[in-house]
């Protein structure tokens, strides 16, 4: 138990690939083994994280957001003659992407189940190791072992969409290859450069991003801005940022439902990781210098892909063009600078993890029963698929930002945040938001409403009850940040704030008229306990 | 400072928490219970509601607000707490929006309209929707819009609001839909729900505005947040926060320019177009413009925008409905015209004239509309006019309450319509300024009013009977379950406006008195209300009230005249201005300009920025020479023939031709090789010999 | 009073080479008393012998930071020395043991293929501690003719014919322009000591000489190293030698050629670096070019191999032109990573080589996941490792090349240095692409003998390993740099 | 003056059959005028008081590899040979290339020559040269020798390896 | 006294008369012989920077790139008669089966 809980992020970290490396030695004819053994370890790897929020025991503890420090850490030495440490940890800010990783991991494992017929065995240890990279990524406290993870998942990746894809994989399976790796080399070398310009000033080789993260706003302001265009590409195609998306329609059209899933839910929030953990707090003047144009360029992604998602008619394409969108949210969110942008930028990537994952689990299932994505192929799907039509219904209200669903609060959350500083910005955010109803809708109605147009559709069965575990966690989230995100925001905001500070570091100093309030850190009903009023100020008569 | 509450107005969170309960259950299991069920749990939970509306009301009334000085407040929990942020006069504010119910006399009047003229269509629908597909969907759709309806009225602050505002809308668009197997039916949803985002946009903007503007979205706290902020009357920030709130408004309740959603939205059942489209949803904008009086009484130019808009509105649907021949158009013009009346009184200052006209309107229009489903539900499902006529005795209950709620709606004295039409009228002439003026289009409008519900009386009830033959031997009255209601909702538009009779008649105004308290009245505003009460026994309230009466009789009489004296007059008028009764008929062409100026164009846009995605990042950005591909005919043919065909991918291509300059290098030759040797040489020594020289 | 004898002393230093050299006359030997089955025990010679050399090397490897001079200043033992001469060893005998079943498919098993290995890597060892002209000539002359003769060994097979006369005639040829440019450096010292010459260079009588002997010099070592302009052969002889010569060249001859090419600009010309900085970086940079470039519409492995090989030259050379310790740190890691997993990369290529199959084309590794996963699976680590792409060796060296760039500030060098693994990876995954997402042209499922498992084993434990668990891997690259070469 | 008349004779001497060599279409003929080159060298070395230099060349080279190179000559078809072109097609490129590399070269020696100063040193401190350079050979160039060694086997098996008559395959590789 | 220079300029002069040998016959051999017209300029060179600097050094020198030139053309040879054997002939462009 001790144990465990000493080295808990090692464990979630390197549980899917001990899954991987077992089921290298089980023979590949055996497919169902395989798919018992990858579930297995998904799950596993799942339940694992769980712990970092919920208590084992007497003397266990769990993450705490009071605590401004990573948690958790683990440190030992690695490459010692380079600098290069094994150092773990999480903070507010990826507490919950690891957690939606391990999610999101498990669902797109359980949804592959009769999806993936053809080389059964490879398929679930990739995904296993994809897992561990993508979390590799959001543990590492040290730029070597981010850089390591950062790439490492590519490759599986490649193989999943280039294996497993639809008729074009191969080409998008490069693309998108080719186009991270991109920006990822120049992203190595901002690395580096921190590394060395940090050693240069005192004579000290650490990778260490806490270490850097206090140094790195202390280099002169030249060396700030070739190092934030270096990180930036690498952030800016992973997220996709607006120049840099035409790698997303396809490789997320061309990916299996899972691939899909894991692209949209986790890979594109490296980017936008990257920026809230690197960018931003390790670069503040060149950030500041540079936010005018990040954010046009978000809100042309908004509007942009918004304005594309209409005219599709794969209905993966349309999807993936959505994200750019709503990824667009998160980078505006992002480079307004706000408590309240940077605060709903993080939240948004959870929801737009949870809800377009579903959206790419629901367009799964549809092309499970008829292999095709084109919306033509169908319409009228309420009739044989009610559950169906139910679930998928409350995912796309989700995504379009419906009030009481997830989507609405980060939307709203980020708009609030850019609103304070240009109103313009706020103002065509909320276009996209209305952009964003037409197309979901729009989809909807072409597929779920009307008569049932093809013989084929006649009798499409229903959600199973596999399908219904892998989408229900997700409504179910759905709901729970859209009524009740508090506890969400309570590991947000506190890392958030930091940023704030190091970025703007008279912000919360400006005329204290009003006092604030002290942070609650209880849960549940606060304000107000039943049976009682709250007393509003004195209404002048 | 906490006073024990009540237990009604304790439990105000549970009114709407009932219909959720029951809708929940119908989405997911509805299809397994039998129809029966479905109606004992929908209508019982909405009955509770209302029983719980009632006790909360009384107990309202008990509320010693004077000694207290706030209203009963039900905090569940904080929803939206981001923490600290600056207002624009760079305060630190900070952001929260709570699960917190409010109820207050406005809140309580609409919570009882609400639940009761929700009650009596859910009866009526157990009748009408009987026979239909989906019964537990309809009925799951129709209690999960009374939880959001009942979200929006009892909000404690903006962004609550916003939850049952967008809750509304879902549900409209879900109810408009409902015969989702008609493409028509689930366009007009779909055109609902995304005309009312764009006015939700403003809505959203709007609350932006008030947090950063004010510091607090709590309507309890805009009052005193803007006298802390020291505001004065016109500041161009709460003018700005009254318009965007207003758009959100226009697109909710239908006014001018984002009321076209509303006649389409009659493609849904009758019954919803009762609750929603007439009694409750479209009257959100009213309300919301209410309750944050505050902020407009400080922002008179807004309040002008609002009355102006809410006059044009009036008069521009009455004209559209003078040559609609679907019953339901008819209907859902006189809504939006109606709604019109509701935002000119809010307008000139007058919101509870607003408030006393929403809720006659929740009782005649919802019977009207329910009366015409029964006259549909008699004919099989036709709606159009012109196949009707000559009903008065095939459907005695129906046509009898119909016609009270058309003279209830025409303004005829002591129904409720005159009382509360009237007290605009009279608000709106007395508010000076360009108050007669929008008192005129008022008048007008009620003469058009009176004009084309008595046109729609006399088509379907009188005159000649034009029901196809086969349509006609089924001809029957509705089930006491459809007709019951009918009746009580007739018996309301008679008597609902007694609640607010006007001192000139004698009156006590007991309604006006009872939600006095949620009016702001700034000093320097006070205007219109001071004058109306100094113009107590002003004789030109007694004039005008004489003269809209005449004006509605006289409608009634043109319409008598056109459609049953003289049969084929309203052709040979129509013939007559063709031009105009085409231009009326079209609705203005507004749809298709929409059509053409914003939908069409918002395609074409998507198309031209997917090709240009495919064409230009992709070829020209990414892919490097893809660019000088495309200026290029013949080796575009080759581009094309490869896209098609899907096994050449561009990149290879591009890397190719980067590529094989490279390998013709390598020509097999050695002595080739030999040459490059020598040539890199020759380079090298001259790079150096460069140097010396 | 110098003797006409050397000492035992000397003769220690060199005991690895002479190990080899007598377990190569051993071998030829021993050839003749061997039946055509029993013809393994050659190649189990040889590896004896490169153990043999092994341990002898193993016992120089405390030599102090200078070195150990020997023969009057014509050798110098040092760390650099030992490093190098560990790495000659292990690829030799990675190639011994991926040479045992291909030359049974060819039906050429004769022990004068182990016996010139060893010979090569005599050449090759002494390559790398040669500090006099001499030495170092006819070091390399011993290694090309034995890389010659090797790429020719398949006297029936045509390309191995064109392969070898095409080395040769260009081997030679540079050799030629080398040995002129070594006159020059003899005209201006009057001496053949590298460090006379050192001296020579940095009180010059003149500008000029020292930039002919520079351009003749640097052209004869672009030309073993594979550099652009002087590359061409690579790509031909590479794709006509037989498959483990091929990897023993591009591996073993280039480390060899690094060596020398290290020493002599780090020893010789350090006093002109402001001369040739650039121009090193203009070749290095046209280098990676010119190799990732051609590598990307090749159909044959082999060659697609040799293009990608020039571009890692490319990068090796950007080590020197940043030449601080980092640079040179990372040119030993990555000659040292490069070893392995170009090496095990040519493995699988000789795996596919078997009777009428000679399985060097794109298309012959079509479907190999369904055929030989593992072997499928370990191509796929070569070829991340090859391309640059954690976790694997090839990324640690490309680290320290970058860093070394940034820490010279040549940025732009570094910007084109990581960008050029762009299209690198492209070519490298086109090979993936045939092994895992075509389907299998070929039924035939290519087996592992035990020696090439061995081998295999090797390479992707020190590929992985190297960046896994680097730290033993990075004290070796640092422990090069004892050597005399830094300054 | 004897001194003088020898070196120019040698060198044109040198120069002329050098360039007979690569120009004559009869490769038997390159062969003979490659010997007078390399006599004419012998010669030079000789000139220059490398009286061991002047034997190796003579007996290594001209009575060695140039028997080599006859023999390797008559053994391909000399008749075919004979009658094709026996210049490439890039032979006008390659000879402008070639030119500047040596006008390059030239001007390089011109401007080095002139600075290299040394005067040349006298003949008699160099005579006789042969013990001594057995002395120095064996003393300082005793490992590079022994690595000559190798390289003559390597050469040896090389030629043995690559000019045996092969057996005819078992089997199509 | 002949100036060392000289030497130096006939060495390049063989040198280059080598070089457009190779560059441009098509013969394999006489590629062959001209590369020890190459080698052989390297020797003149040496042996007259050796004078130059009256030491043996040079001489020993150039007795290794005899050495070596030896050993080139042996196996240069020998692989001409294999190259022969398999393909008829002995011209260097056509050479050409492994390319691009």
């Excluded at chain 2, 510091?215 to 309890?220: E, L, V, Y």
């Excluded at chain 2, 965007?244 to 309740?253: D, H, P, R």
């Excluded at chain 2, 009489?557 to 079209?586: N, P």
């Excluded at chain 5, 000289?6 to 040198?15: D, G, I, K, P, T």
């Amino acid at each position: 138990m001790q144990f465990f809980q000493d080295h808990i992020l090692s464990v979630i970290l390197f549980t899917p690939t001990v899954g991987a490396i077992l089921m290298l030695f089980i023979r590949g004819d055996r497919e169902n083994v395989h798919r018992w053994m990858g579930n297995l370890f998904g799950m596993l790897g799942f339940l694992v994280s769980l712990p970092l929020v919920i208590r084992l025991g007497e003397n266990w503890n769990t993450f705490n957001p009071a605590l401004a420090d990573f948690q958790f850490v683990e440190d030992v030495e690695w490459i010692p003659s380079i600098g290069a440490r094994y150092a773990l940890g999480v903070d507010g800010i990826s507490l919950l992407l690891v957690l939606l990783t391990t999610l999101l991991g498990a669902i797109a494992i359980l949804s592959s189940w009769s999806a993936i017929t053809k080389r059964v065995k490879e398929y679930y240890i990739l995904m296993l190791l994809l897992q561990t990279g993508m979390l590799g990524v959001f543990l590492a406290l040290d730029f070597f072992l981010f850089y390591v993870f950062w790439e490492v998942m590519l490759v599986p990746m490649y193989f999943l969409i280039g294996v497993w894809g639809s008729d074009r994989r191969l080409y998008a399976a490069i693309k998108f290859f080719l186009y991270t790796l991109a920006g990822s080399v120049l992203m190595l070398l901002a690395i580096l450069g921190m590394y060395f310009t940090y050693a240069q000033q005192t004579g000290v080789y650490t990778f260490d991003i806490r270490t850097l993260l206090e140094a790195v706003p202390g280099f002169s302001p030249t060396l700030q801005q070739w190092l934030f265009w270096g990180l930036f590409f690498a952030f800016a195609i992973k997220v996709p940022m607006f120049p840099f998306h035409t790698w997303l329609p396809d490789a997320h059209t061309e990916a299996p439902t899972a691939g899909s899933v894991i692209l949209a839910g986790v890979l594109l929030k490296m980017g936008t990781y990257g920026f809230l953990r690197f960018s931003v707090p390790m670069l503040p003047d060149a950030v500041k210098e540079y936010s005018q144009i990040m954010v046009w360029v978000s809100i042309v992604a908004i509007i942009y892909g918004a304005l594309v998602c209409m005219m599709q008619k794969d209905m993966k394409k349309l999807i993936a063009y959505s994200s750019v969108s709503h990824l667009g949210f998160c980078t505006l969110g992002i480079f307004a600078l706000t408590p309240h942008g940077l605060s709903g930028s993080l939240l948004q990537q959870i929801n737009h993890g949870l809800s377009t994952g579903a959206l790419f689990l629901i367009v799964g299932v549809l092309y499970e029963r008829r292999h095709t994505r084109m919306i033509a192929d169908f319409g009228g799907l309420s009739t044989p698929m009610p559950g169906f039509a139910a679930i998928y219904l409350i995912v796309s209200l989700a995504s379009l930002g419906m009030p009481l669903l997830n989507g609405f609060i980060g939307e709203f959350t980020i708009l609030r945040g850019v609103f304070e500083v240009n109103k313009h910005w706020a103002a065509w955010g909320v276009v996209g938001i209305v952009l964003g109803a037409a197309y979901l809708l729009w989809l909807y109605q072409r597929v779920m409403f009307g008569s049932v147009t093809r013989e084929e559709n006649q009798h499409l069965p229903d959600l199973n009850l596999r399908e219904y575990a892998t989408l229900v966690p997700l409504v179910v989230l759905c709901f729970w940040i859209g009524i009740y995100p508090k506890p969400f925001f309570e590991i947000i905001d506190p890392p958030m704030h930091r940023i704030v500070n190091r970025v703007n570091p008279g912000y919360y100093l400006v005329d204290p008229v009003k006092p604030l309030p002290a942070p609650s850190t209880e849960t549940g009903i606060t304000s107000a306990t039943p049976g009682s009023v709250e007393v509003p100020p004195q209404e002048q008569r | 400072m906490t006073t024990p509450l009540p237990y009604f107005l304790d439990s105000i969170w549970l009114i709407p928490l009932f219909p959720l309960g029951t809708a929940a259950l119908m989405l997911f299991f509805g299809r397994r219970l039998p129809n029966s069920a479905v109606s004992m749990l929908c209508v019982g939970s909405v009955l509770v509601s209302f029983v719980y509306s009632v006790g909360a009301f009384l107990q309202l009334r008990a509320w010693p607000f004077a000694a207290l000085g706030y209203w009963p407040e039900k905090v569940l929990f904080d929803w939206v707490s981001l923490g600290a942020y600056h207002t624009d006069t760079r305060q630190l504010a900070q952001f929260t929006a709570e699960w917190g119910f409010l109820l207050d006399p406005l809140s309580a009047v609409m919570i009882l309209v609400v639940t009761g003229v929700g009650l009596l269509i859910h009866i009526y629908s157990i009748g009408y929707m009987g026979h239909e597909g989906g019964y537990y969907r309809f009925f799951g759709y129709m209690n999960l819009f009374m939880f959001s309806m009942l979200t929006l009225v009892l909000a404690n602050n903006l962004l609550l609001m916003f939850v049952g505002w967008e809750g509304v809308g879902l549900c409209s668009y879900l109810l408009i839909g409902f015969y989702f197997l008609r493409k028509s039916a689930s366009d007009a949803g779909k055109k609902a729900f995304i005309v009312n985002r764009v006015g939700d946009a403003g809505f959203l903007l709007g609350i932006f505005l008030t947090a950063a503007t004010l510091g607090t979205i709590k309507f309890a706290e805009l009052g005193p947040a803007i006298q802390q902020m020291g505001l004065s009357v016109g500041a161009p920030a709460l003018t700005a926060i009254g318009l965007l709130l207003f758009v959100g408004a226009t697109g909710k309740s239908a006014q001018l320019p984002l009321y076209t959603w509303l006649p389409d939205a009659m493609e849904g059942p009758t019954p919803v177009s009762a609750l929603i489209h007439a009694a409750t949803m479209v009257t959100a904008g009213v309300y919301m413009v209410t309750r944050t009086n505050a902020i407009y009484q400080m922002a008179p130019e807004a309040l002008a925008v609002v009355a102006i808009v809410g006059a044009l509105t009036a008069f521009y649907a009455a004209t559209m409905g003078l040559v609609q021949n679907d019953i339901k158009r008819v209907l859902a013009y006189s809504t939006i015209s109606q709604l019109g009346y509701m935002f000119l009184a809010c307008g000139v200052g007058a919101y509870i004239a607003g408030i006393f006209h929403l809720m006659t309107h929740a009782f005649f229009k919802a019977l009207l509309f329910l009366a015409a489903g029964s006259v549909i539900h008699a004919l099989s499902g036709e709606q159009d006019m012109q196949k009707m006529g000559a009903l008065w005795n095939r459907v005695p209950v129906t046509a009898r309450t119909m016609f009270v709620a058309a003279l209830a709606i025409a303004g005829i004295p002591p129904l409720a319509g005159f009382f509360s039409k009237d007290e605009i009228l009279w608000k709106t002439w007395s508010s000076g300024g360009i108050g007669q003026i929008l008192w005129l289009l008022g008048a007008v409008t009620a003469l058009l009013t009176a004009f084309y519900m008595f046109r729609l009386i006399n088509l379907t009830f009188f005159g000649q009977s034009r029901v196809p033959k086969e349509v006609d031997h089924h001809v029957h009255e509705s089930p006491a379950v459809m007709t019951a209601p009918l009746v009580v909702l007739a018996v309301l538009s008679v008597v609902g406006g007694w609640v607010g009779i006007p001192a000139a008649l004698g009156g006590s105004n007991h309604f006006e008195h009872w939600l006095e308290p949620v009016i702001s009245q700034p000093a320097g505003v006070a205007r219109a209300v001071a004058l109306a009460d100094e113009a107590h026994h002003d004789p030109a309230e007694y004039v005008l009230m004489v003269v809209s009466v005449l004006l509605a009789l006289l409608g009634i009489g043109l319409a008598r005249y056109i459609y049953i004296r003289r049969e084929g007059l309203a052709d040979q008028l129509a013939a007559r201005w063709c031009g105009l009764h085409r231009l009326l008929f079209r609705k203005y062409y507004v749809d298709e300009l929409y059509d053409a100026l914003f939908v069409n164009r918002a395609k074409d846009l998507g198309t031209t920025l997917a090709a240009f995605d495919r064409h230009v990042i992709d070829g020209w950005g990414v892919d490097g020479s893809a660019w000088f591909t495309r200026f290029t005919s013949r080796v575009s043919i080759w581009w094309d023939t490869w896209i098609v065909d899907g096994l050449v991918n561009l990149t290879a291509w591009v890397v190719g031709v980067f590529s094989y300059p490279f390998r013709w290098l390598q020509t097999g030759r050695v002595q080739n090789y030999a040459l490059v040797f020598a040539l890199g040489v020759l380079i090298l020594l001259a790079y150096y010999l460069r140097g010396i020289l | 009073m110098p003797t006409l004898f050397p000492n035992p002393e000397e003769l220690a230093l060199i005991l690895p080479q002479i190990w080899l050299a007598v377990f190569g006359l051993a071998i030829l030997l021993l050839d003749f008393l061997l039946g055509p089955r029993q013809k393994w025990v050659n190649a189990f010679g040889a590896l004896l012998g490169v153990l043999a050399s092994g341990v002898a090397l193993w016992r120089l490897r405390g030599v102090h930071a200078v070195g150990v001079p020997g023969f009057g200043g014509a050798i110098v033992v040092d760390p650099f020395f030992v490093f190098f001469g560990f790495l000659f060893l292990a690829s030799t005998a990675l190639v011994i043991l991926l040479s045992v079943h291909y030359l049974e498919v060819e039906e050429e098993h004769r022990g004068e293929y182990y016996a010139l290995m060893l010979f090569a890597t005599v050449g090759m060892m002494f390559l790398a501690a040669g500090t006099d002209l001499v030495v170092i000539f006819v070091a390399l002359e011993t290694m090309a003719a034995s890389f010659y003769v090797l790429t020719g060994y398949l006297r029936r097979d045509k390309r191995s014919n064109e392969a070898a006369l095409k080395y040769l005639l260009l081997g030679a040829f540079s050799s030629g322009l080398l040995a002129y440019g070594f006159s020059v450096l003899y005209g201006m010292a009057g001496s053949t000591r590298l460090t006379e010459i050192g001296y020579a260079f940095r009180t010059p009588s003149n500008e000029i000489f020292p930039v002919v002997a520079l351009v003749a010099v640097a052209a004869g070592l672009f030309f073993k190293v594979a550099a652009v302009p002087f590359h061409q052969w690579a790509p031909d002889v590479y794709e006509g030698a037989p498959t483990p010569v091929t990897a023993y060249v591009s591996v073993a001859s280039k480390a060899a050629s690094f060596a020398v090419l290290m020493r002599l600009f780090l020893v010789v010309f350090e006093p002109m670096r402001a001369n040739w900085e650039l121009l090193l970086g203009g070749i290095a940079l046209a280098t990676m070019t010119w190799g990732n470039l051609a590598a990307l519409t090749q159909t044959n492995v082999k060659r697609l191999l040799a293009y990608s090989s020039i571009a890692h030259v490319g990068y090796i050379l950007l080590g020197l032109v940043a030449g601080n310790e980092t640079g040179l740190k990372g040119m030993a890691f990555y000659l040292f990573a490069y070893a392995f997993m170009n090496t095990g990369a040519f493995a699988i290529v000789i795996l596919l080589r078997r009777k009428g199959v000679i399985g060097d084309e794109l298309d012959d590794m079509n479907g190999l996941i369904y055929r030989n996963p593992t072997a499928a699976v370990l191509m796929v680590i070569f070829l991340i490792s090859l391309a640059g792409i954690p976790p694997t060796a090839g990324f640690l060296g490309k680290y320290f090349i970058f860093l070394s760039l940034i820490e010279s500030q040549h940025y732009l060098l570094a910007v084109f240095a990581v960008l050029y693994i762009v299209p690198a990876v492209y070519y490298y995954f086109r090979i993936v692409v045939h092994m895992w997402l075509r389907e299998a042209t070929d039924a035939a499922r290519p087996v592992i003998s035990p020696a090439q498992a061995v081998a295999l084993a090797v390479c992707t434990l020190v590929t992985l390993g190297a960046l896994l668990y680097a730290e033993p891997f990075v004290r070796l690259a640092t422990y090069s740099l004892l050597g005399s070469v830094v300054r | 003056m004897v001194e003088q008349f020898t070196f120019y004779f040698f060198a044109a001497l040198a120069v002329i059959s050098a360039v007979l060599v690569i120009t004559v279409r009869n490769a038997v003929y390159s062969a003979v005028f490659l010997i007078t080159t390399l006599l004419a060298t012998a010669g030079i070395f000789l000139q220059l008081r490398a009286e061991f230099l002047f034997v190796v060349q003579i007996i290594l080279y001209v009575g060695g590899i140039m028997v080599l190179f006859v023999f390797v000559v008559m053994l391909v078809d000399l008749d075919i040979a004979l009658r094709q072109v026996q210049f490439n097609r890039q032979k006008w490129v390659a000879l402008l290339v070639v030119l500047a590399v040596a006008g390059q070269l030239v001007f390089a020696l011109a401007l080095g020559s002139e600075a290299l100063g040394l005067p040349a040193a006298a003949p008699e401190s160099l005579e006789p040269n042969t013990e001594s350079l057995g002395l120095r050979l064996f003393e300082s160039y005793m490992l590079p020798f022994e690595i000559a060694s190798i390289l003559l086997l390597v050469a040896m098996i090389g030629a043995v390896l690559l000019g045996k008559r092969q057996k005819p395959p078992r089997s199509e590789p | 006294m002949i100036p060392t220079s000289h030497y130096l300029y006939l060495a390049l002069a063989l040198f280059t008369i080598g070089v457009l040998g190779v560059l441009t016959r098509r013969n394999v051999i006489i590629i062959l012989m001209s590369i020890e017209l190459i080698l052989n300029a390297v020797n003149i060179n040496l042996v007259a920077f050796a004078r130059h600097f009256g030491s043996v050094d040079g001489q020993i020198f150039a007795i290794f790139v005899v050495t070596a030139a030896a050993a080139e053309a042996a196996i240069g040879l020998g692989i001409i008669i294999a190259f022969f054997r398999n393909r008829e002939t002995v011209l260097a462009d056509e050479m050409d089966m492994l390319k691009w």
